[in-house]
């Protein structure tokens, strides 16, 4: 991603998962039994929607991200026709999210690229992928997997601290967190296994006060510090 994140703090963490196959199993089970259809959050109609929303919602909440979608969508839905809009169009439509300037700049430049090299049409490789500009692996993870149906796990901050806290893939930076998930997701789990984390820590396993009590994997998790009342 073209923008810092600030990682939480975790302990040195093991090798490996901290729950054995059957637990690692259980866990996925249950979050499929209570959401069998997780999705992305950002709106969006094609690939490269879904790759402009995922880009500017680096720093960003996907709200935010649609509010400023529904109408950027509704005049440049396609690469070729923003980059017609222009670095100081797509600017008035996204003012409103964090780095705009930065975002408006890439959005543009990456659309140029789709333009020029991929008869605007979005990449299926990750390497294309990555070569957009302001286009990194967490970028290029969620279109592999949303667009595509790729069975890759983009982390995020709110993966990043499920898989450290639950025990499932803990590790002191993303890339260290995603190929521990990438080996300890059971396989049939690993295509929908991004939405249910994601989720899962953006309204269950929230960094300031975590809903331990409304958790169907709390007896499964390692986190030692569990709220215990609502």
Avoid at 105 to 119: G, K, P, Q, T, Y
Avoid at 166 to 186: F, S, Y
Wanted: one cysteine or more.
């Amino acid at each position: 991603m073209p923008c810092a994140q600030a990682w939480p703090k975790m302990a040195r963490p093991r090798t490996e998962s901290k729950l054995d196959a059957v637990a690692r199993r259980q866990l996925f089970e249950r979050l499929r039994a209570s959401n069998p259809r997780p999705a992305t959050e950002l709106v969006y109609r094609s690939p490269f929607q879904l790759l402009v929303s995922v880009m500017l919602s680096a720093q960003a909440t996907d709200r935010s991200v649609n509010r400023a979608t529904k109408q950027l969508f509704r005049v440049a839905a396609t690469p070729g026709a923003m980059l017609a809009l222009g670095e100081d169009g797509v600017a008035g439509y996204i003012r409103t999210i964090g780095l705009w300037r930065v975002k408006a700049r890439h959005v543009i430049a990456a659309s140029r690229l789709l333009v020029e090299r991929h008869r605007g049409r979005v990449p299926r490789a990750r390497k294309a992928l990555e070569a957009l500009p302001g286009v990194g692996r967490k970028t290029a993870n969620v279109v592999l997997n949303t667009a595509f149906g790729v069975p890759t796990i983009a982390v995020d901050t709110h993966i990043f601290r499920v898989a450290n806290r639950t025990g499932l893939a803990p590790g002191r930076n993303v890339r260290e967190v995603e190929d521990r998930l990438m080996n300890a997701v059971p396989e049939e789990f690993r295509a929908d296994a991004h939405h249910w984390l994601i989720l899962h820590g953006r309204y269950i396993c929230k960094a300031r006060r975590p809903a331990c009590p409304d958790c169907v994997i709390a007896d499964l998790c390692h986190y030692g510090d569990k709220t215990v009342s609502r």
